[in-house]
């Protein structure tokens, strides 16, 4: 069945209950939204949020089946299977074999990563928020290996090359998401 946006919330938070997982899986939603719009699959903008709000499901519970275990519960609320395949496509090479193949799932593999990083270089402006951050600002950051070290470079960089965009082009565009959709998630944790 094709989940609702409602389910598929009720569903995360069946799952999910740090405020810091919603958060990633609020702001990767928006962000497969506008990615979805900005790359001419407005009709399918839907799908890609969902997507992008369940593509951690598993995590907080259960991170080492992560990919795996979010299957599972997906098929046991009904999700389609190209859903639950979607979602599971990000952690191709880490921890499932599923690899990213349509555009919207190498979008999720090569954005989940840096929208953290990109969350966690917002904290540390006075702003608090990624909305007066820059390519060059956030550049640096993504240099810094010893910066939001949780984030993998090599994922995001391997996203990049899926997409067939070079790095500076998924960075901005992924800042340009996130500073689009920031006002819309903060709201929802509120």
Not at 35 to 50: M, P, Q, T
Not at 72 to 99: P, Q
Not at 108 to 129: N, Q
Request: glycine share 6%.
């Amino acid at each position: 069945m094709q989940l609702t946006r409602e389910q598929a919330l009720d569903l995360l938070k069946q799952y999910n209950k740090e405020p810091f997982h919603i958060r990633h899986a609020l702001t990767v939603e928006a962000v497969m939204g506008w990615f979805a719009r900005e790359l001419g699959y407005g009709d399918e903008a839907e799908f890609w949020s969902i997507v992008g709000l369940l593509h951690d499901l598993d995590f907080e519970m259960w991170p080492e089946e992560h990919c795996v275990k979010s299957q599972a519960l997906m098929r046991e609320a009904g999700v389609e299977e190209s859903m639950i395949r979607a979602a599971a496509s990000h952690g191709w090479g880490l921890v499932c074999d599923i690899k990213p193949e349509h555009e919207m799932e190498k979008v999720l593999f090569a954005c989940d990563e840096l929208t953290g990083l990109i969350g966690a270089a917002a904290l540390m402006r006075p702003s608090k928020s990624c909305s007066d951050m820059e390519l060059k600002s956030l550049k640096k950051k993504f240099k810094d290996k010893k910066f939001a070290a949780g984030c993998s470079r090599e994922v995001i960089q391997q996203g990049a090359e899926l997409l067939g965009w070079d790095l500076d082009k998924l960075l901005d565009l992924t800042l340009q998401a996130m500073q689009a959709t920031e006002s819309a998630v903060e709201a929802q944790m509120a």
